[in-house]
């Protein structure tokens, strides 16, 4: 697990040590993602500067130390993540007359690229990673990221130079970088609590997509006309797998499938206990985290780390039963009961550690679970992944429970829907959100514009931005959705390709790399989501029984008493703390000056929101959250800008929006 950043300015007439500096000044930004060694190397006839951070898991020795150029010279690489099936493709280069100088996997990308070229040397990696590749001969500049989007890749124009980063932080760093906010994209974030990709919180910068290729080419190219030979493409997509998936269908029975899942489990989380490094596990005590952990110690002879967190709040809190499966399992636990003091002060470190607005608030236990995991291990598997691929979140029943009951009434709901949505806010007291969800109930044609109402923390998110316009997503956009005839399939795959890579994958890959902790994700293993794919809904969810292939590899190793419960999630109790232990911070964060000084949110509506929330009218603490998240993040960067400075707009063109 590393940091990459670099840079391509052709034509700008920097010397090799001018380009060094920047590019060490990049790197030394990404300083916790990689506290072992760093690297720069530069092309100064081409304007290319590619640099990098290593935290040393696999061959910790100065032959895995990068940038790293191959054996024969024409490739050079900046590689963030790790291929875990490395050894076997080492196996078939050495047959194939390969030399090799040490053990670690870089070298292996380096020498696949030579032998195979760069599109198939990728399609053959299992594993998670972001690269940064330069073809010496062809003068092509390549940014690769991983097929799930676990490991992240920023990337964008600025002033004429092509910048690239793990982290936004990074390419701050370059001269020519703009730091103007992208208030449409902040709209889409007051939506979702994360900006979907490929969007970011600037202009001009961009998230590349999960499976995908980006080459630059930059042959003949000065003053940055290189910018006109860009060309993106998709070298494994998501929907597509899942179309054939279910086009050929699977006609296994269900021993089958529970037994084909265990072994491709094993497979992966056997590779992903590759290290030469201290190796744990984060577990919660539910499902998936646990089925890793249960699987990691029947391939292990010694006891594994294991690491939870806990919450005083009952309702919050499955640190007992994590306690109570590793004692079972024979593991080596570790817990750390939080406090809203600790959430408080993680709070201002939220800005710097994920670079642009976030707000999912199971961030603050994460961040703190990957802090106590660091001082122990410094790899550790998670078990994110099976919600999205075996129908385990509990607002997937919700959904379709809400959908066959609006479907019924659907006839005539056009002529009753002013009268249904009238009593609906005052029998329930609903909010804007909560409305809008019955809305998408009564009129939607798919469930998956339910889905998106229901998960949207606020319906009309440019109402409250001020000047903006909310673009476009996957979410909005039909032509992107999986062409599936199962709706319940349809609904999964769309998480795993949206809400999966910008929310969760984010959430535990800069929470963990803040510490220079390596999180790995065995579910995530591209051949368990194709496997996956292939099931028909009936083999997920059975009597009532999400993830029904996982439970019955869990119930061989965990007795069903300790697994078998509700599901809590991993967040926090905010809406309590906002009304008692934080809520004099949320005042004085969000209070009309603030808000007024930033000129980006509605003044009033804001306070309509603090108001309605203390007062218990209703509960506002995920959009709260969301606005506090902003007004740090804000403050860390040093944003007081008012709209009419001309720096904080969106795509829509409007610089002049302060409110009177």
Not at 357 to 376: C, G, N, V, W, Y
Request: proline share 5%.
């Amino acid at each position: 697990m590393c940091g990459i950043t670099g840079y391509l300015a052709p034509g700008n007439g920097r010397r090799a040590e001018e380009m060094r500096a920047v590019a060490h000044s990049m790197a030394d930004a990404l300083q916790h993602r990689g506290p072992d060694s760093s690297g720069v190397w530069v092309c100064p006839m081409q304007g290319l500067a590619l640099a990098h951070r290593r935290l040393s898991i696999i061959d910790l020795s100065a032959n895995g130390n990068q940038p790293m150029q191959s054996l024969h010279g024409r490739y050079v690489i900046v590689f963030n993540g790790e291929i875990y099936n490395h050894r076997e493709l080492r196996s078939e280069l050495v047959s194939c007359g390969k030399a090799f100088r040490g053990s670690s996997d870089t070298e292996v990308i380096l020498a696949a690229c030579e032998e195979w070229g760069v599109e198939e040397t990728i399609t053959r990696c299992i594993g998670m990673f972001a690269i940064a590749l330069w073809d010496t001969e062809k003068k092509d500049l390549y940014l690769i990221r991983d097929r799930m989007g676990e490991k992240p890749l920023y990337y964008g124009w600025h002033n004429g130079a092509f910048l690239f980063a793990s982290e936004l932080k990074a390419m701050r760093q370059h001269p020519s970088f703009r730091d103007d906010i992208d208030r449409d994209a902040l709209a889409l974030y007051f939506r979702y609590r994360y900006i979907p990709a490929p969007y970011c919180v600037y202009q001009n910068t961009y998230k590349l997509k999960p499976g995908t290729i980006l080459r630059i080419s930059a042959a003949g190219k000065s003053n940055g006309a290189a910018r006109a030979s860009q060309v993106e493409t998709t070298y494994w997509s998501l929907p597509e797998i899942a179309e054939q998936a279910e086009s050929v269908g699977y006609d296994g029975t269900s021993e089958e499938v529970v037994a084909t899942l265990e072994h491709l489990l094993k497979q992966s989380i056997e590779g992903q206990m590759i290290a030469d490094v201290p190796l744990g596990a984060f577990l919660s005590g539910g499902i998936d985290s646990t089925t890793v952990v249960a699987l990691m110690q029947s391939l292990s002879p010694r006891p594994i780390n294991t690491f939870c967190i806990g919450f005083n709040d009952g309702r919050y809190d499955e640190a007992p039963y994590a306690r109570e499966i590793a004692r079972h399992l024979g593991c080596c636990h570790t817990e750390l009961y939080i406090t809203p003091q600790d959430a408080l002060e993680a709070v201002p470190r939220m800005p710097h550690v994920y670079d642009e607005p976030f707000a999912d608030a199971s961030q603050i236990p994460t961040f703190l679970l990957s802090k106590l995991t660091r001082k122990h291990v410094t790899v550790s598997l998670s078990g994110d992944g099976g919600d999205e691929l075996f129908y385990g979140y509990g607002i997937y029943g919700l959904l379709f429970r809400r959908w066959r009951i609006a479907r019924k009434i659907r006839i005539g709901s056009r002529l009753l829907r002013p009268a249904i949505l009238q009593t609906v806010r005052w029998m329930c007291n609903a909010d804007q959100k909560q409305l809008g969800v019955v809305d998408a109930l009564l009129t939607a044609d798919h469930p998956i514009d339910a889905y998106r109402a229901m998960v949207s923390v606020n319906n009309a998110p440019s109402d409250l931005v001020l000047g903006s316009r909310e673009p476009e997503t996957i979410w909005s956009r039909r032509t992107s959705w999986p062409r599936l005839s199962c709706q319940e399939n349809a609904v999964m795959a769309l998480d795993a390709l949206a809400y999966l890579p910008d929310d969760i994958l984010v959430k535990v890959d800069r929470a963990a790399m803040a510490c220079s902790l390596e999180a790995r994700i065995p579910f995530l293993d591209h051949r368990i989501v194709e496997f996956a794919m292939r099931l028909p809904f009936y083999m997920k969810f059975r009597d009532g029984t999400t993830k029904w292939p996982v439970r019955q590899i869990l119930h061989k190793y965990v007795p069903r008493r300790l697994v078998e419960r509700p599901k809590k999630g991993f967040g926090v109790p905010l809406s309590m703390w906002f009304r008692n232990e934080l809520r004099e911070w949320m005042r004085d964060v969000l209070n009309r000056r603030n808000i007024r000084d930033s000129g980006i949110l509605n003044e009033d509506a804001v306070q309509r929101y603090v108001d309605a929330h203390i007062e218990r009218r209703q509960d506002h603490g995920q959009i709260l959250w969301s606005m506090l998240i902003m007004q740090c993040w804000l403050n860390d960067h040093g944003r007081r800008h008012s709209g009419a400075e001309g720096e904080l707009c969106g795509r829509t063109g409007i610089t002049d929006v302060r409110a009177p």
